[in-house]
């Protein structure tokens, strides 16, 4: 018998893995969830269906959502994130011995359960002292959450269905606003460009950005098992620019060593293709 | 009825594609051609069953084998391509009134009839004065060619199985350096890295060149419809280094209209991935 895996990309292009065993599958309060042992990706979990991370290709997620943020301002010591239940945006930046305290605010308990289970070499620092784990729902967490608390926010969602919408709302990213210090960034998964659905959503989150903060950029990584294997990341910031302000120096000095991020590819990831400047800049929906 | 298209992008990675219909199937001497046309991809033509073009995604694919070249030596007028029968590479060429003489190489005569039938937009400028079209073998045209004739050679290929695989070998690459001026640059599409057999030839590839040019560097692109929609492309060199020596302003006073490329993300297209630049530092076969 022969165990295959499809995530429906859209509704006419299919992506399917071969897999090895089907290792679990729960339901909570509010999603989903399944970990399928794959031949070429390795572990992978799906909530509701959609691949959220793979053993083989999270570390391209991971570097891209922590480590742009971190080479731009090197004192960020205080850091909220929004979901990122499997563990792996901690995972790095726990690797930044200057950061003294996360706030962690994941939905649902059973993506960081799982997690621990099953994802081992991902979830590795979900205990660690430094990081303060919530099961909470985000969007309420920081309506609650004091002014110019953070200096980064990175909201490692996922899509706007489901448990995620809240988190693409203008409400949500005014609270987050409001709770960065004077020079806050916010980081967020920003879908991708190539396909429909996730077009219209990444514009929609880059335009209630745009009209909150001053500084809003996107930027680009791939990661084959999304969507069209092109995926996208907001920067959006009170005071430094992610590319003017990088401070290359700094961040090599650290001596972190990664798989995908460098000060290099952190310029480069924010030189996008015209298509998608044009889209960013004329787009409508 | 559902007419859907497989690639096995490897043996346990399916990609599907709906088909609204199957336009064409034909078999030359040295491959079998389709032509289909798809819900999310528009038309795409496949080569002995693995994708080679579609009407969606081709831009990123010829933005990039023929622009970063072309911004780094404003002066080249004369070219070879060798293959690129959809005419995709020969289209962006012609874009450059500088450009004198281009010898078009294509061994399959039915990809460029296909091209012409299915594919105008693709394949416009197949005919264009410019345009030396030869259906004959690349090895041997090398072979054949006078010392010291191109400013530019692209080799826009297919995978090195069947008749693209003397397009892969010491030998071939040895008569395009001859061939090539002093100042000469090489560009071929180089395979993938996160699956075993395209990352296994993108290393051959990349070494076999390394002992003949002096210049030999790697970039990327994010192609969906190509295993793991991440791209590479060689760029070997006599001379210019293709980031150093880019020439931006030249280029953007050319006016050239492009969907994908500019000079910004020419030079992050050369900043790699860790794990990228340590295969290509390290990796042996």
Redesign the interface.
Known sequence: MEL?YTEKH?????????VKEHLFSGQSEFQKLDVLD???YGKLMTLDGLVMVTE??E??YHDMIVHVPMAVNPNIKKVLVIGGGDGGTVRELMRYEHIEHVDMVEIDKLVCDAAKEFFPTISCELENPRVNLLYEDGVKFVEDSKDNTYDLIIIDSTDPIGPGEGLFTTAFYKNCFRILKEDGILVNQNESV??HDTKEAALKANSKLRKIFPIVKVY?A?I?TYP???WLFGFASKKYDPVKDLNAEKWNSLNIK?????T??H?????????V?EFFENGTI
């Open positions: 295959w859209t509704n006419s292009v299919n992506f399917s893995l071969k794959t031949y070429e083989k290709d570390f391209v190539f396909y680009q791939c084959p069209s294997g092109y990664t798989k995908y991020y460098n290099d590819l310029v480069g990831s924010f030189a996008l293709p015209n298509f400047k």
